[in-house]
């Protein structure tokens, strides 16, 4: 594939994103629809935490196989940026947190993450996840192993529909509506990468900078993961929310299977 084509395929891959974020205007929704919008992200997050953690895991997995013939230092190399990379991502979320609020003179917590810094933060994860993605796109362009197919289109359509879905919701749980600016804003965070990773991995190739990325998502996603369900326990609806968290969960496995269908 030249690398226009690769350049247009990596825009639809990115900015889809795009087309799940309009949920965050939702005006003055109930409070069922808000715990069932927070599980649902949540769903979605943790099936991206499954996906980057799985794929970050593959190329350690072949480099340890290849240690045992002597090849030590590329496992060396990728567990410790397996390990550095998902810390990094987990804890780097804490301090930031820990700086963005306030301790009382007293040191407690004077308040929570608010909602529009936890859409900046999922945005964070799904962008370092979406780099990654972008990576092994502009790869396969190289090698021809991937088109501008129209079911990988579609796959991607929604499969980032679910990941901007998964940035808006947690705003309408909380009951505030963004502005298009604010929306336009997470949207090139979390989707801009895959549109930069798809140009760099056509250019260079580093299994290395792919692991990186995914573990920096993994610990990144985990971190938002666990603020959302505590966010959910507050909102109610505990069955209504469960179905949240199938469904998205069910809905983000859906559309990668589509992608890896569509040939990505
Ligand atoms: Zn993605």
């Not at 529009?116 to 999922?122: D, E, N, P, T």
């Not at 796959?155 to 990941?163: A, C, D, I, P, V």
């Not at 920096?216 to 949240?244: D, H, Q, T």
């Amino acid at each position: 594939m030249d690398f226009s084509t690769t350049v247009v395929l990596g825009a639809i891959a990115g900015f889809t994103i795009l087309l799940g974020l309009p949920l965050a205007r939702l005006k003055e929704p109930s409070r069922a629809l808000q715990g069932f919008c927070n599980a649902l992200a949540a769903g979605i997050l943790v099936f991206l935490l499954w996906d980057v953690i799985t794929k970050a895991s593959d190329p350690v997995n072949i480099a340890l196989a290849n240690a045992k013939h002597g090849a030590v230092a590329p496992f060396v190399g990728l567990v410790t940026l397996f390990v550095v990379g998902f810390g990094l991502g987990l804890l780097g979320l804490f301090y930031i947190e820990k700086t963005l609020i306030r301790p009382t003179a007293h040191g407690v917590r004077a308040g929570d993450v608010t909602p529009r810094q936890l859409a900046l933060m999922i945005a964070v994860g799904i962008g370092a996840h979406n780099f990654s993605e972008g990576l092994a796109i502009g790869q396969s362009a190289v090698t021809g192993a991937i088109s501008l197919a129209t079911i990988l289109i579609i796959g991607f359509g929604l499969h980032n529909m679910t990941e901007g879905f998964g940035i808006g919701a947690p705003l309408v749980a909380a009951g505030v509506r963004p502005s298009w600016r604010f929306l336009a804003l997470v949207g090139l965070i979390g989707g801009g990468p895959t549109f930069l990773g798809t140009i760099v991995g056509f250019g260079f190739q580093s299994t290395y900078v792919f692991v990186a990325f995914l573990s920096l998502a993994a610990g990144s996603i985990l971190y938002v993961v666990g603020e959302l369900l505590n966010a959910g326990r507050r909102l109610g609806f505990r069955e209504l929310a469960g179905w949240g968290l199938l469904l998205g969960f069910l809905a983000g496995y859906a559309t990668d299977l589509i992608v890896t269908w569509g040939g990505a």
